[in-house]
């Protein structure tokens, strides 16, 4: 893909594909038989939509960031170097039916469930017409099966069990996904939903994507344990993937699903990846310093996107057929990004901020009572 220099982390910028890892990147697939068979049986068309979904996940960080150089937000959220982590996962789902809980380096997931690109920048900027009326950047749509993620880590994971546990006692066959960095594996909640999903079999699969990191704290300065042991602990069954090659993720995802649709739910996804940058922009500086660069360099080597382009070359896939796909994916975000400029001065009334937070679609539960609480009040 084209290079960004103003954006890009330096480990991305002359990116060129190392031929030995594009090898490693194949033969990983190739000598798990049961991986193979999932990834053997994606035709082209499927090839070319997790090359899509790669590119509009990097594309549309690329404009947030490019936002935040121009003074329009004051950070973004970004996951780049980890988007195969939502692309693969997501690409297994049942778009129709399964539903996901995204987390902030998972923004990806929304386009792919159906949801507007332009809702990934309205979000950012409180308008009146983004996802959730201008009062959360988190954004979500029950009607596409992206539930609204808050921001405090681990929660997803007992929504997600409770998603899952609905599916099961109507006998449904859907699953419900969430992710789970590595830092939120540590909290309360990520392990109570464990515990939940895996006492009731429901059908709900944890991804745990370890980008090394939670906030400015390297994983092996928050925990003594490693995330791959997690799901033994909870007597859940483990698929561990390359969480840089989006056919691993892929092809352990598909498997995952497979056994939940099977009633032997639930599942955890260990996917291993890296942060290329900050927690969010505010602390990029800081987050080069708290990895040594030679890890950069390791991680910056298996760029998710640069990785997957090489392999679809080498399948055959023409350079032209990749240049398109990636002109009609920067012509998407792009103009998904000026659409949402054009309603960034169209700000909610001011009384939407007290609600007491339950809203869907136009409603906002409880603003009237919490009014007339107000105007009794003065
Ligand atoms: C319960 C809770 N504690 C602390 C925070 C503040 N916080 C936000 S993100 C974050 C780090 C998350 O790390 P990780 O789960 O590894 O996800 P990553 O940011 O690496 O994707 C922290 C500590 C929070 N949102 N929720
Ligand atoms: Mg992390």
New binding site residues.
Partial sequence: MKRYAAFDPPEYRNWAPDPGLVREYRSRIQKAPDRNGVVSRLATDGLLDLYRDLLLTRLQDIGLKRWVRQGVISKA?L?VG?EAVTVGCVAALEPDRDVVIP???NAGASHMMGLPLVHGFTSYLAAADSPSGGRDFHYGDVGSGVIQPV?????SVPVAAGAALAFKNRGEDRVALTW????????A?CHEGLVFASRLGVPAIVVI???Q???G?R?DQHGAGRPADIPAAHGITAFTCDGNNVLDVYAATTLARRQCAGGDGPAVIVAETF?MGG?ATHDEREARETFAAELFEHWGRRDPVGLFEAYLLDEGIPADTLADVEADATEAVERAAEEALASRNDLPPPEHALSPGVSEGDVLHGLGERLAALARAE
């Fill in positions: 959220w996951g980890e987390m902030i380096r921001s405090h880590m681990g929660t789970a960095g590595d830092g939120a594996t540590k909290t909640a994507q370890n980008n990191v939670a906030l704290t994983v942060r927690h």
